[in-house]
């Protein structure tokens, strides 16, 4: 959500100055909500994608920005708990589960592929194929049961699908247990939802953020020594009649072309042999740049 929704959703917990309510009277306010109560809330704050809109976001500039770190209330918050992302769909989301993974990493936690011994649970998901979103309705299905057992188990969605509004509206529907729901462009804010997730008595949705900035300096937990993936752009101004990934992924934000090198630099150093360079449009690196630079010349 942007900041105006971020207000509209202030307002629409506290209520107005004369609703000002006691911490257990909010609270029991919250209990008494139902699903329909927070699909109301998203139908009036969502905004679906428009192409006309969407076609003229490439006016707006992109900001890089290198300041990303684990909040000091967050920091070591995950010690002797575990993680576990599934990752569904293209090398972009593997490539995010990674970045995922290192935040998580660096708040404290370790990872585990057994769904018994998580505290967090992960679904980074994919919206190109109607199959892949089947698995992942059918894998929270199967969750459910866990999160009966274990009511501090948080469990998210987060990914492609995330960004669909009927994705969403079904969640909140039949799948009311999930804590947390946040899309493509708010990877960098994991500690935040996650303290909202593990303190807060509602479902935190957290998408269609503002899709203009590129977030250098995020960890990565990398699987092997050998292949590495880099990325190099984000999103697509194609708009293919057939393709939702303008949409779900934003507009074409090309990396600097020196934050790149490094980052390959380091991995040559680390003793990498092999990089793959990520985009979902890498044709069109370097056409947002200031400078006349292409993917020719990055090679």
Not at 122 to 139: D, M, P, Q, S, W
Request: with cysteine; aromatic share 8%; proline share 4%.
């Amino acid at each position: 959500m942007n900041e105006q929704q971020r207000k509209e959703m202030s307002q629409i917990r506290q209520g107005g100055p004369e609703e000002s309510l006691s911490e257990d009277e909010n609270l029991n306010r919250i209990k008494q909500k139902t699903s329909e109560d927070f699909m109301k809330y998203f139908e009036t704050t969502y905004q679906p994608p428009n192409m006309r809109d969407a076609q003229r976001r490439k006016r707006k500039e992109t900001d890089v920005l290198y300041d990303f770190e684990i909040p000091e209330d967050m920091d070591q918050s995950g010690k002797g708990k575990k993680y576990m992302i599934r990752t569904y769909g293209c090398q972009m989301n593997e490539h995010d589960t990674e970045v995922m993974a290192g935040i998580f990493e660096e708040m404290g936690y370790e990872s585990t592929s057994n769904t018994k011994e998580a505290d967090i649970i992960l679904l980074n998901t994919c919206a190109i194929r109607e199959n892949a979103e089947n698995k992942v309705f059918g894998e929270i299905g199967h969750l459910k049961p866990l999160k009966m057992e274990n009511p501090n188990l948080i469990i998210g969605v987060c990914g492609c699908m995330s960004q669909e509004e009927s994705v969403v509206n079904r969640i909140l529907k039949k799948h009311p247990f999930i804590d947390l729901i946040f899309g493509t462009h708010n990877i960098h804010r994991l500690p935040q939802l996650v303290k909202e997730a593990m303190f807060g008595k509602e479902m935190v949705i957290d998408v269609w953020s503002k899709e203009g900035d590129i977030i250098e300096n995020l960890p990565r937990s990398r699987k092997g020594k050998i292949k590495a993936w880099v990325n190099i752009m984000y999103g697509c101004d194609k708009f293919c009649t057939y393709c939702i990934v303008p949409y779900t992924r934003g507009k074409e934000r090309s990396r600097l072309p020196k934050d790149i090198i490094q980052e390959v630099r380091h991995l040559a150093a680390q003793g990498y042999k092999e990089v793959t360079l990520l985009g979902q449009n890498v044709n069109a690196y370097g056409k947002d740049l200031d400078i006349e630079y292409g993917l020719g010349d990055l090679m």
